[in-house]
T-cell receptor, first 112, second 113 residues
Framework: GENVEQHPSTLSVQEGDSAVIKCTYS??????FPWYKQELGKRPQLIID?????GEKKDQRIAVTLNKTAKHFSLHITETQPEDSAVYFC???????????FGQGTTLQVKP | DAGVIQSPRHEVTEMGQEVTLRCKPI?????LFWYRQTMMRGLELLIY????????DSGMPEDRFSAKMPNASFSTLKIQPSEPRDSAVYFC???????????FGPGTRLTVT
């Protein structure tokens, strides 16, 4: 069935460093790849998304890359700040099923 | 718009009781999703609707769970009878289109004792 693997499960960086989170997906029909940020006790909120016809997308300190051949995509956060500390989820949506399948999440800690 | 609205925010109930969770999606959104979040299983899609019609309920754990969407502005998720393993945060989300941002509600934290 459809599956999204996310790594690492936890990530600790110093303020100002970069953070990279990687995901792989199994459904080759997947065509939409959003990233959500969830702060403790809050709801998930979209921070960036990418579609299958694009290889890279950037929004200020956040960028996402997609490699459809290898079926993996990554989130890059540069110049990390303490407020970036949260759980980050990758997800993919199959054009066949329309279901959004989430990865297991990465807990990012940015140390001041 | 007030965003996706869920009620109640917290629910504590005893095993065997019926639980009903409620959701009001963002006006104009044609997709509505119900998710369950636990530490062990992460974020799981339970069911989603398009234009009030259930499209995929393959994530609904068992017959004790049911969901309805009688109109474009209201949906319910019912658990009957509830069990301790149903304890989780249940999120409702809506979107304008299938491959667009899903806006999550604040969630309902359910505890079944």
């Amino acid at each position: 069935g459809e599956n999204v693997e996310q790594h690492p499960s936890t990530l600790s960086v110093q303020e100002g460093d970069s953070a990279v989170i990687k995901c792989t997906y199994s459904d080759s029909a997947s065509n939409y790849f959003p990233w959500y940020k969830q702060e403790l006790g809050k709801r998930p909120q979209l921070i960036i998304d990418i579609r299958s016809n694009v290889g890279e997308k950037k929004d200020q300190r956040i960028a996402v890359t997609l490699n459809k051949t290898a079926k993996h995509f990554s989130l890059h956060i540069t110049e990390t700040q303490p407020e970036d500390s949260a759980v980050y989820f990758c997800a993919s949506t199959s054009s066949n099923t329309g279901k959004l399948i989430f990865g297991q999440g990465t807990t990012l800690q940015v140390k001041p | 718009d007030a965003g996706v609205i869920q009620s109640p925010r917290h629910e504590v109930t005893e095993m065997g009781q019926e639980v009903t969770l409620r959701c009001k999606p963002i006006s104009g959104h044609d997709y509505l999703f119900w998710y369950r979040q636990t530490m062990m299983r992460g974020l799981e899609l339970l069911i989603y609707f398009n234009n009030n019609v259930p499209i995929d309920d393959s994530g609904m754990p068992e017959d004790r769970f049911s969901a309805k969407m009688p109109n474009a502005s209201f949906s319910t998720l019912k658990i009957q009878p509830s069990e301790p393993r149903d304890s989780a945060v249940y999120f409702c989300a809506s979107s304008q289109g299938r491959f667009y941002e899903q806006y999550f509600g604040p969630g309902t934290r359910l505890t079944v004792t």
